[in-house]
Structures are given as structure tokens and as C-alpha cells.
């Protein structure tokens, strides 16, 4: 695959929210206006990328009955780092996403890219796989803030433009539900074209 095509494969093809259906966990909870989608997919990403090329580097040499547990440990190390410099640049943002950003340890998009690729691939090629399944992650969770706040409340990144209240199932879990059903149908007929 060529190098371009390993960035826009998370895109598209594997989206890690619309089409492979993964991490769910931060797309229903965190994605309630756009800028936290965008955050929290900016997040990820920054452990996706850190944990793909120290995974691709340390791979060969760890035994396959332990594995999983070092990849889990590495995440974990670059989730801490993530904390530590939020905590300390970007408080306001740590404040709104803090309960989150741990969880990103679990995420199965970042294990399941560490399993699937970057223990199978070189660093180059996994750095690359990192940034395109991030930006795919950060894509969807920011699209999918975008139409919850602007049905939710009417504003689209903190500035208002609707008067009055919007919809307030949109901003609740149901809302969350129904926005991520219809992109995803949205998404995957559009993507067939």
C-alpha cells in the first residue's frame, strides 16, 4: 500500500467510527458539542501515533505470551504523558474531557492498531497508520459534535447563531445514539459510491 494511501485508508475504508464501529465509548460521551469532539479525537490521535511507533520499534524483541500486556503498558505511558501535559497547558480542556482521557488506555482503536498493524508493520508505515486512523477518529468524533450542537443548541463551536433552545435530546445520550445511526448510514452510502 502506498504511503498516501495508509493515511487515507482511516478515512475512509477503515474509519474507525463509521465503518469499523470502534470506540464508541468516547464518540457517544464526548461529542456533545464540536469542539470536544475535535479535543478528544485530537487526543487519541497523539497516543495513536506515540504508542504506533514505539509498538512497531519494541514488537520484534517482546515474546507472544506477554504481548498484549506491554502494548497496554506503552499506551498507558503515552495516555499518562497526554494527561500530565494537558493538565499543565490546557486545563479548560483537561476540566472537560478528564474523565476520558484515561479511558483512551482501553480504547480498542489503539490497541487494535497496535495488534493489527504496527507490531506487523515498519515505524514509518505505522506512524503513517496512526496519523490516518486519527484523523479519521478525530473527523467523525468533530462531525458528529458538529450536528449535535448545532441541533442540541444551536451554536456551532461555542458560537450561538440559532436563538432560543434547541433540541435537548440531541445533547443527551439519545441524541448521541441517533446522530452516530443516521451518519454512519449516511457515511457508508456515501463511501460506496
Keep these: 500500500m ?3 494511501g495508509l493515511i487515507t485508508k482511516g478515512l475512509l475504508k477503515e474509519n474507525p ?3 469499523l464501529v470502534l470506540g464508541m465509548c468516547p464518540t457517544l460521551a464526548t461529542t456533545t458539542s464540536a469542539m470536544n ?3 478528544m479525537g485530537l487526543a487519541t490521535m497523539f497516543v495513536l501515533i506515540l504508542s504506533n511507533i514505539v509498538i512497531s520499534l519494541i514488537a520484534p524483541v517482546v515474546p507472544d ?3 498484549i500486556p506491554v502494548y497496554i503498558v506503552v499506551i498507558a505511558t503515552f495516555v499518562t ?3 500530565l501535559l494537558m493538565q499543565a497547558f490546557v486545563p479548560q480542556v483537561y476540566e472537560t474531557l478528564g474523565l476520558f482521557i484515561p479511558l483512551i488506555v482501553v480504547n480498542c482503536i489503539v490497541l487494535g492498531r497496535a495488534e493489527a498493524f ?3 508493520n515498519s515505524v514509518g508505515d505505522s506512524a503513517l497508520d496512526g496519523i490516518g486512523i486519527g484523523l479519521g477518529f478525530t473527523l467523525s468524533l468533530t462531525v458528529i459534535g458538529i450536528v449535535r450542537e448545532i441541533l442540541g443548541s444551536g451554536s ?3 458560537w450561538k447563531f440559532i436563538s432560543g433552545d434547541g433540541i435537548l435530546a ?3 445520550a439519545p441524541g448521541a445514539f441517533l446522530v452516530l445511526g443516521y451518519l454512519m448510514v449516511l457515511f457508508n452510502k456515501l463511501a460506496k459510491r
Design 37 to 39: 469532539g475535535l479535543e
Design 156 to 158: 456551532l463551536f461555542g
Design 65 to 67: 505470551k506477554v504481548h
Design 17 to 19: 467510527t463509521f465503518v
Design 81 to 83: 504523558v497526554l494527561q
Design 2 to 4: 502506498s504511503k498516501f
Design 170 to 172: 440531541f445533547v443527551m
Design 118 to 120: 504496527a507490531c506487523k
